[in-house]
């Protein structure tokens, strides 16, 4: 064998770690999430009595998603409370 011949053929590859097993599921497949159509596409079909298990399939999601979805709104709701700076007799305390 020639030089050339040597010094063009590459390195041996190192030998490999045993590889890990991969997950079954990611987390987006195993838990997806649900954008607000969604939800809202799973409200109207559980409005037509359709079961939660054709949701699933159809929809492609859980169904602690449909459940979800099902008792809570499709967005959250921002707290109303106001807290008065000044209290009614400060107030009046300020006219005077």
Not at 31 to 50: G, H, K, V, Y
């Amino acid at each position: 064998m020639d030089l050339r011949a040597i010094l063009n053929t590459p390195p041996p590859s190192p030998p490999r770690a045993p590889s890990t097993p991969e997950p079954l599921f990611t987390s987006t497949e195993r838990n997806p999430e649900t954008s607000r159509d969604m939800r809202l596409q799973i409200q109207t079909a559980l409005l037509f009595n359709i079961p939660y298990k054709e949701i699933c399939e159809e929809l492609g999601v859980t169904d602690k998603r449909v459940w979800h979805a099902e008792r809570y709104r499709l967005t959250l709701q921002k707290a109303r409370t106001h807290l008065e700076k000044l209290t009614t007799p400060q107030r009046e305390i300020l006219r005077e």
